[in-house]
């Protein structure tokens, strides 16, 4: 049995003691049998056998067992990691960075407090997951669409909170939040924006508040455990046309870029677009789904067979005129600079059948998919997440570096898939390779993985979202001036959870009583 | 609204089905949870990444849908809900209780023989 860092095997049982005092025995997890399911089946860290082995999971069921939980924490310094379904995979699963931590599970905590059909939100627990609020909304038909990820078992506020993506109108879901409950490392609960009004109707119509806008701190945290949040909802269009460019040579995705940029950042392509080789991803192979990463390496010769070229998958919102104008003027931007463009579409019409949808047209329209699930194959690889200027040159440039530097290591990279969900941006990715149970295979492909983050900070790509293997690595691009943001961070780290107990080490910020010995 | 009567239309479809069997609670109990979390990837009908792995891992041998097989055992189930396999994540005890798991597998293997 692992047992958190510092602690004697008799202080330990009695803060087991103490967390069964405060949630119940049947919700404190120790045995092996139940720490396994709390460990990430596709982590590159367990052929390396550096994967951290939780101490406990333990499971409260409200905001008074929280606060509970992180009492006892404090009490005994023990580092907890915080989870809200736990399927954070690719990023890390339920994990944590540090040995011996004891995992928060929040799924328990599953209410949908209140949806809003007028004003269009939710309020949600933790452990309120996608699909849970898509299938109560239908069951209440209700006529408002969700936004989210394509895993549909993750929770609203945990993908939200971690910046994630999602594929329609409201695809930026960190934009969608309004409004949080979040308890403090030392218990105190706090309310954002107008939450803070004791009386306020308008917690989740106005984000803002007064004085410094705060919710920032409680994404991808270390600072507080969020209880409730507030999700923005999008009234169900009259029209929805779900649309696919397809352009037929690898060097058209320079003018693929410099046609959408303009149309995205305008609003006349109004959802999260994305865009990826018609070969399906980011190397030979497959990154992702369709395809795992092949524990030989990635495209050793060159590229694979099958069609060249990229395509790009757009949403179209609204009244239907709206919707056929704004797809005919995308068109026509695209078949003037790029020849034989290829253009599929389909409008769908309220009331909308999802039955009837196709798989890629669901997502835009907010419906809970779970096809690419078990198609990924789990991968046990890594991957950065880079943010790079929405420009196609910028975009070929990135792609000829990580490209060049892939083939030092006998690999090749050949693109995609990109991320717009934020408009002024590309979210680019590049995948290194890994294996679930071949130690000196992921020793090199980590070396790889590490010089291709320094080859990214040299080229100023800093990560939107970092996957927990790498997560300092991925902090030591954000440089400037002596990385003061870094220690910006730390210091307010260091202020509101004295103790350093919450998710030590995440994205590369550490408490004061680990930071020596860090780099 | 259209959404909703596919919901329902599949519902009544099981519920008459198991209801002219003769089920008990905890097999109504069984069908409440699977159909909140796992028909979104074992249900009929495209797009479900469960029923279109076992359809290709049994090429017609049994049924892709996990609800229509006889042959899963109460074992089996469990193992493969709480433990990773190739196509699953475990799914914990705080997302489908031990007694949700008892009345899945009661649900599950309604049709078995005895
Ligand atoms: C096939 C596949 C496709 C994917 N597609 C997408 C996609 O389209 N878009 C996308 O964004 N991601 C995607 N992912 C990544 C990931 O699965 C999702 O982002 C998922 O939402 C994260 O899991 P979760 O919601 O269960 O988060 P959790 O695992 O519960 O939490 C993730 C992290 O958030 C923090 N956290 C969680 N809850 C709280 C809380 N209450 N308070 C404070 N901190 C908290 C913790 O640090 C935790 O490690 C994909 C993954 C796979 C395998």
Same mark, same amino acid.
């Given at each position: 049995?692992?047992?958190? +860092? ?13 967390? $069964?005092?405060? !949630? ?38 409200? !905001?008074?067992? #929280? ?57 949600? *627990? ?54 949080? *409950? ?6 105190? #609960? ?26 920032? %701190? ?25 649309? *696919? ?16 940029? +303009? ?99 669901? %997502? ?14 789990? =991968?046990? =690889? ?35 898939? %990109? ?14 390779? =890994? ?8 020793? $090199? ?75 | ?10 519902? &009544? ?14 097999? &109504? ?31 017609? @041998?049994?049924?892709?849908?996990? @609800? ?15 433990? @990773? ?30």
């Amino acid at each position: 049995m692992t047992i958190p +860092p510092g602690l004697s095997q008799s202080q330990f049982d009695d803060a087991l003691a103490e967390f $069964r005092g405060v !949630v119940g025995n049947d919700w404190v997890f120790t045995i092996e049998e139940h720490i396994e399911m709390y460990r990430d089946t596709s982590s590159p860290l367990t052929a390396l056998g550096e994967q951290a082995i939780p101490s406990a999971a333990v499971a409260p069921e409200n !905001v008074e067992g #929280v606060q509970g939980v992180l009492r006892v924490c404090n009490d005994y310094r023990i580092p907890i990691w915080i989870i809200s379904t736990g399927k954070n995979y690719t990023y890390g699963g339920p994990d944590a960075i540090v040995n011996g931590s004891v995992i928060l599970d929040l799924k328990r905590m599953n209410r949908i407090l209140e949806i809003n059909e007028e004003q269009a939100y939710a309020l949600v *627990e933790p452990g309120v997951s996608q699909y849970d609020l898509w299938i109560e909304i239908q069951r209440r038909g209700m006529k408002l669409w969700i936004d989210g990820p394509s895993p549909a078992y993750s929770s609203i506020i945990a993908n939200t909170i971690e910046r994630g993506v999602g594929y329609g109108p409201l695809g930026e879901r960190i934009n969608a939040q309004c409004g949080m *409950e979040v308890v403090l490392a030392t218990g105190e #609960v706090v309310r954002t924006g107008m939450g803070a009004v004791a009386n306020s109707e308008t917690w989740q119509q106005y984000k803002y508040g007064l004085g410094p806008w705060v919710d920032g %701190l409680f994404s991808q945290t270390s600072l507080g455990v969020v209880t409730k949040m507030g999700i923005w909802l999008y009234p169900e269009p009259p029209a929805f046309r779900s649309a *696919e460019v397809y352009v037929p040579n690898h060097e058209d995705i320079v003018p693929m870029l410099d046609v959408l940029r +303009p149309l995205r950042i305008s609003n006349v392509i109004p959802n999260s677009a994305s865009a990826s080789t018609n070969r399906g991803g980011p190397v030979e192979g497959g990154f992702g789904p369709g395809g795992g990463m092949p524990p030989g390496g990635m495209a050793p010769g060159g590229p694979p067979p099958g069609p060249p070229g990229w395509r790009c998958r757009l949403g179209y919102y609204g009244y239907e005129r709206v919707v056929d104008t704004n797809w005919e003027q995308t068109q026509d931007e695209f078949a003037s600079v790029i020849d034989n463009c290829q253009f599929v579409s389909e409008r769908y019409t309220a009331p909308y059948n999802p039955d009837e949808m196709l798989s890629e047209s669901k %997502l835009a329209a907010g419906i809970p998919s779970f096809q690419e699930i078990p198609l990924w194959n789990h =991968g046990n =690889g890594w991957a950065a997440s880079m943010v790079v200027p929405f420009s196609g040159r910028k975009y070929w440039e990135f792609l000829e570096t990580i490209d060049a530097f892939n083939r030092q290591f006998g690999r090749r990279y050949f693109g995609g898939p %990109l991320h717009m969900h934020s408009p002024h941006a590309l979210i680019a990715l590049a995948g290194v390779p =890994g294996s679930a149970t071949d130690r000196d295979f992921n020793e $090199r492909s980590r070396e790889q993985i590490v010089q291709l983050h320094q080859l990214a900070r040299e080229n100023g790509w800093g990560e939107y979202r970092a996957p927990l293997s790498m997560m300092s690595e991925a902090m030591a691009a954000y440089d400037w001036n002596d990385a003061a943001l870094l220690r910006f961070n730390e210091r307010i780290k260091d202020a509101l959870d004295p103790n350093g107990i919450i998710a030590p080490g995440k994205n590369g910020i550490w408490p004061a009583r680990m930071r020596e010995g860090q780099a | 609204m259209r959404i909703l009567s596919w919901l329902s239309g599949f519902a &009544a479809v099981v519920f008459v089905v198991s209801a002219a069997l003769g089920q008990d609670d905890l097999v &109504a109990q069984g069908r409440e949870v699977y159909m909140g979390r796992c028909e979104y990837c074992h249900g009929p009908g495209p797009q479900k990444g469960g029923t279109m792995t076992l359809q290709l891992r049994y090429q017609g @041998a049994v049924p892709g849908v996990l @609800a229509e097989r006889t042959n899963l055992t109460p074992e089996y189930i469990r193992a493969v809900v709480r433990t @990773a396999t190739p196509g699953m994540t475990p799914i914990r005890i705080t997302e489908v209780s031990e007694q949700d798991l008892e009345a899945v597998i009661a649900y599950l293997t309604r049709y078995n023989e005895p």
